[in-house]
């Protein structure tokens, strides 16, 4: 039987379907490489936020500068920064995406004070996971592709 954690983990990952990943890398043995390769593999789309590389293709994606310059719903946001700099994330996510359903911050990214800004507004905060372990954990393998 899983936990009360693990039951709201798994209603995220099988509710969304669209991830903004924050701080994507273009380097093959980067973490937030690897994550949103596996994701996309998982059925998910990615899109990949990183300034340094806007306007590249990746993940069958643009790669976009922020934000900002998605056009269309999100409903998670991935944050592959520090955190300090999580909480301007999750302020220009909870500005941006009105459907919002979460903002993750990956592993060794914390904000309680940001997390509560998301919980106030409705949106699911997780901190301090990443999905793709969660997503075998939770033997939630393919999910995104099950709409």
């Known amino acids: 039987m899983m936990s ?3 039951t709201r983990i798994a209603a995220i990952l099988t509710r969304c379907r669209t991830i903004a990943l924050v701080g ?3 380097k093959p043995d980067r973490p937030s ?26 993940l069958g994606e643009v ?5 900002a310059e998605i056009e269309g719903p ?10 300090e700099e999580a909480g301007a994330v999750v302020d220009a ?4 995406f009105p459907e919002l359903r979460c903002v993750w911050m990956q592993l060794g990214v914390e904000d309680a004070a940001a997390a509560a800004r998301a919980k106030a507004r409705g949106v699911a905060a997780v901190m301090n996971r990443c999905p793709a372990i969660e997503i ?7 999910v995104a592709g099950r709409a």
């Not at 998982?42 to 990949?48: E, L, N």
């Open 4 to 6: 009360d954690e693990d």
């Open 24 to 26: 994507w890398s273009p």
């Open 33 to 58: 490489h690897r994550v949103a390769a596996f994701l996309v593999q998982q059925g998910y789309r990615v899109i990949p936020v990183n300034p340094g590389q806007a306007g590249q293709s990746a």
């Open 63 to 67: 790669v976009r500068a922020s934000l």
């Open 74 to 83: 999100v409903d998670m946001v991935d944050i592959f920064r520090r955190s």
């Open 93 to 96: 996510a909870l500005a941006k």
């Open 136 to 142: 075998p954990r939770l033997g939630l393998t393919g």
